[in-house]
């Protein structure tokens, strides 16, 4: 089946620094990927979508300076927290979407604790 | 009120038992996904719907799409089926928000020995 990969799947920062995560389709082309953002205890919610070759676009409430994601190739997404801050911590999860295909494989998720 | 809403929120059983968590939403959809995530985080499809039902194994999803409403069903649950369960419908909408997911709160599965 296919399989999306992240990394690093957990990560320890100190506040002001910035993190890059990963996001990596291994088996597949992925035309979409999708950022998520789950806090302890609530459901995930839409960060933004990101479109090979395209900018992304973000959910309502989320600062696209602070979180920059870039699609460059059809295998990888990634996503850089600028300026992390305590409040940024959370859980990271992408998930990849072929353009022919309904359905999204998720990533293993990212966890990262800034302190 | 949350477009997805999900029941109930914990659950807990006893080996062997069926088990039924509701997904109830309010928008147009394309499609609907029960996901499940382990305590570790990671999520991995169980299901992906537009109407009907289908089976794998254990689990069984239906979907009525009329009444704007799914179901997942696991059939003699088993202690390695604890995890959270997740109800996702797929916006229909086009344009940016094509393939976009909105989630329910998730079900907390909890099954003894």
């Known amino acids: 089946g296919a399989v999306v990969s992240q990394h690093p799947s957990w990560v320890i920062c100190k506040s002001g620094t910035s993190v890059k995560i990963e996001c990596r389709s291994l088996?597949?082309?992925?035309?979409?990927m999708f950022w998520y953002r789950q806090f302890p205890k609530q459901s995930l919610m839409l960060m933004a979508t990101?479109?090979?070759?395209?900018?992304?676009?973000?959910e309502q409430g989320v600062e696209k300076d602070k979180f920059l994601i870039n699609h460059a190739s059809l295998t990888l997404s990634t996503l850089t927290v600028t300026s992390a801050h305590p409040e940024d911590s959370s859980f990271y999860i992408c998930?990849?979407?072929?353009?022919?295909?309904?359905?999204?494989?998720f990533g293993p998720g990212t966890r990262l604790l800034v302190l | 009120k949350n477009e997805v809403e999900q029941s109930p929120q914990n659950l807990t059983a006893q080996e062997g038992e069926f088990i039924t968590i509701n997904c109830s939403y309010s928008?147009?959809?394309?499609?609907l996904h029960w996901l499940q995530q382990h305590p570790g985080g990671g999520i991995v499809s169980l299901f992906m719907?537009?109407?009907g039902k289908k089976k794998h194994g254990r689990l069984i999803a239906t979907i009525n799409i009329q009444e704007k409403h799914s179901s997942l069903h696991i059939t003699a649950s088993h202690p390695r089926d604890s995890a959270v369960y997740i109800c996702?419908?797929?916006?229909?909408?086009?344009?940016?928000?094509?393939?976009?997911?909105?989630f329910g709160q998730g079900t907390i599965l909890t099954v003894h020995p």
């Open positions: 998930s990849a979407r072929v353009l022919t295909q309904e359905t999204q494989y």
């Open positions: 088996d597949f082309q992925a035309t979409t």
């Open positions: 990101s479109n090979e070759g395209s900018k992304a676009t973000y």
């Open positions: 928008v147009g959809i394309s499609a």
């Open positions: 719907l537009s109407s």
């Open positions: 996702a419908v797929q916006s229909n909408a086009g344009g940016t928000s094509y393939g976009k997911l909105t």
